[in-house]
């Protein structure tokens, strides 16, 4: 998961009677292509100036967005809008679109490089999303490796983050996760804890103009073994969603009481977020998660409402069904509250219910349990209580 965003809670299940009421209670949107940086790896493209003029041309309007998304959103159980890019606050109705969302009952996260966060714009933010309105920046390292991913500084970032702590505005952190800053990672990790500030993965993956980096980029499994999960593994503050995730299914089960969209345990939502988010790209696109917007569409919200989309559409009948995961992902103890990164899957094999590739787990069938499977159950039950009460 990529996101800037927090934990879910309350149910949305079926009954034998009732028709089914899907359940996805975040919405990722980026609602622009345009940004005011030029990243070399930007996942939505927005480094290439013919792309962006192309979306522009396409890009919803302010009462599009309102028509189409806000007032259907609620129908497939969406309460917290993740507002992205591109940079989402060079969209001239940014403050506008935070205020409608609001006023339709929605809990904002705003995703930004922080380059135009200043002390009034941040107010002027927070008064038009509401007091529980989340910023979320990206922070790859603390060091000069920022920049080698990011087309900024990290010190613009900590700047912006201390800002919202002055104001009294939530924060959170999404760290793109590759070769770039594996080795980096334990240290930003810690620094994130030491601040109590929630983050997430976004895994490095070949979407937009990843794509030219993902072969020098992206972890192989004997990487995220060595150096990367292991850091996941010890920072609780993560947990919102990563893969492998090796956290028992009667944990969560015990946790959530059996909370699920169709197949996909939530409350809280855990290990990959397909069938808990869905992603809307600027062109009004539908994809089952961030990093698969652009290269998988269930639907186009100009064309059906999000409702119709994920109900009629055959990939989210997939997504949603963690029965039909294939290869070891189909046989392993954690099918139902890891799932395995869809987008790693995707973009290696070209088949989104594959088994996740940068796994090192070799589970001989459901009975196996991981070696790390006691120390991700007492870190999720750290996770859980936080998410709870924090409100997060
Ligand atoms: S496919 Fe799943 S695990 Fe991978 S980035 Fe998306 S939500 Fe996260
Ligand atoms: S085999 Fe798949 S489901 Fe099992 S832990 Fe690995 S990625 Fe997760």
Known sequence: MILGTTPQTGPASASATAPERLNFPTLYFEATRGCNLSCDICMSSSNDVQRVRQSKREEMST??????????????????????????LTRKDALDLLARARR?????????????????????????????LVMSLGINSLDDDNEGTRDAEVEVTLKALDLCEELGIKRHVVVNVGRHNMK????????????RIPWNRSPFTARGSGVKHFTQHA??????????????RRHFF??????????????????????????????????????????VNAEGYVAPCAILLDVLEAGNV?????AEIVSGSEMFGRILDRNQLQGKCGRCRYQFTCGGC?????????????????????????NTVCEHEAETNEMFARYAIMAKYAGL
Request: net charge negative; charged share 25%.
């Open 302 to 306: 100009r064309e059906g409402t999000l």
């Open 238 to 279: 993560g947990y919102v969603s990563y893969t492998p995730l090796f956290l028992a299914p009667e944990v969560h089960e015990r946790f959530s009481q059996g909370q699920k969209n169709r197949t996909v345990p939530q409350g809280p939502s855990i290990g990959c977020w397909c069938g808990t988010w869905l992603a």
């Open 63 to 88: 009462d599009e967005i309102e028509h189409l998304v806000l007032k259907t959103a609620k129908d497939v159980g969406v309460r917290v809008i993740i507002w992205s890019g591109g940079e989402f």
């Open 184 to 195: 980096t990672l334990g240290r930003t990790m810690d620094w994130l804890t030491e601040k």
């Open 104 to 132: 339709h009952g929605y809990r904002s996260s705003v995703c930004s490089n922080g380059v135009k966060l200043n002390r009034d714009l941040l107010l002027a933010i927070q008064e038009a999303g509401g007091n529980d």
């Open 219 to 232: 972890v192989s499994r004997e990487e995220m073994e060595q150096y990367v999960h292991p850091e996941f």
């Open 342 to 366: 869809r987008a790693m899957a995707f973009f290696k094999t070209g088949d989104y219910m594959a088994e996740d590739p940068t796994c090192f787990f070799e589970p001989a069938d459901r």
